[in-house]
């Protein structure tokens, strides 16, 4: 009996601090006025990418270009081929998986650098719409792609391999660093998308030549993102001086559970 009661009150000594503890974040946040819960870092709006130019296709069309010229190219096949081969016998049977998750940072960055520091180009929330729209974007077309080429895989049988999704969506963020944080910030985002896009080739995954046009796709997409920004922008009534939007964070008693919370007025 007694050992039990004893266990009931640390029980209920570490429910209190718990809720203790998420007492103070939320009376930490409510102390600052709302949309300051994340110090964003936007100097002045600057809608530049939001531009249509006609130079903005070329490098995601040549990109896509060589793509799908080594799907069926004969030279170009060996090429892949060879590739693949040098790149098993660098590997053996030894593969990395790290790429399934790297391949959202660069989008995830594009989102949170403003929010610690680094100059954006655009707020919190025009950059949380824009990486949306791209990744829609983005997943969109290469799935429509993937079900027409139907390129086989190398190493399964399944019939979409062109172009590689992962490598697309780690050039979305790239491209979308590039345009709102400048080009020393793109320079290194599009290191690490290549990266991904080696991995994919690494562990067997996809031929060269889909992420190849996995990057052009990704590139393409988050130009798509940023030109239906001013859209977007209408839509929302985000022009309108009353527009506001807060985030704070939420916890919830009934299972220990915490959250964010994110609201938006127009």
């Known amino acids: 009996m007694r050992a039990n009661h004893q266990s009931r009150n640390l ?7 718990q809720r203790g503890v998420a007492v103070c974040v939320m009376l930490a946040a409510l102390s600052q006025p709302a949309a300051a819960a994340f110090r964003d870092s936007v100097p002045a709006i600057d809608d530049t990418p939001c531009k249509f130019r006609p130079q903005q296709l070329i490098a995601p069309a040549a990109l896509i270009t060589v793509g799908a010229i080594g799907v069926s ?15 098993y016998d660098w590997r053996g049977d030894h593969r990395f998986h790290i790429d399934d998750y790297a391949q959202y940072l660069p989008v995830a960055s594009n989102v949170g650098l403003g929010l610690v520091g680094v100059p954006a180009r655009h707020p919190f929330r025009e950059r949380l719409v824009v990486s949306a729209t791209g990744y829609v974007a983005m997943q969109t077309i290469v ?3 993937k079900h027409f080429v139907n390129e086989k895989r190398p190493d399964t049988n399944g019939r979409n391999s062109f172009p590689s999704g992962h490598t697309a969506m780690a050039f979305v963020g790239a491209e979308m660093i590039r345009k709102e944080y400048g080009n020393t910030w793109g320079a290194g985002a599009y290191v690490f998308a290549s990266g991904i896009g ?6 067997d995954r996809h031929w060269l030549n889909d992420v190849i046009g996995g990057a052009g796709f990704g590139i393409l997409a ?3 993102a940023y030109w239906a920004l001013p859209l977007e922008r209408r839509i929302l009534h985000w022009d309108s ?3 506001e939007m807060s985030i704070l964070p939420v916890y919830n008693a009934d299972n220990n559970g915490f ?8």
């Open 259 to 266: 959250g964010i919370a994110l609201t938006a007025i127009f």
């Open 73 to 87: 190219n004969d030279w170009f096949v060996d090429l892949k081929n060879d590739w693949r081969d040098n790149l």
């Open 198 to 203: 080696f991995m994919r080739t690494y562990n």
């Open 241 to 243: 001086e009353s527009a």
């Open 11 to 17: 029980c209920l000594t570490a429910s209190l601090l």
């Open 143 to 145: 799935s429509v792609t």
């Open 222 to 224: 988050a130009n798509i």
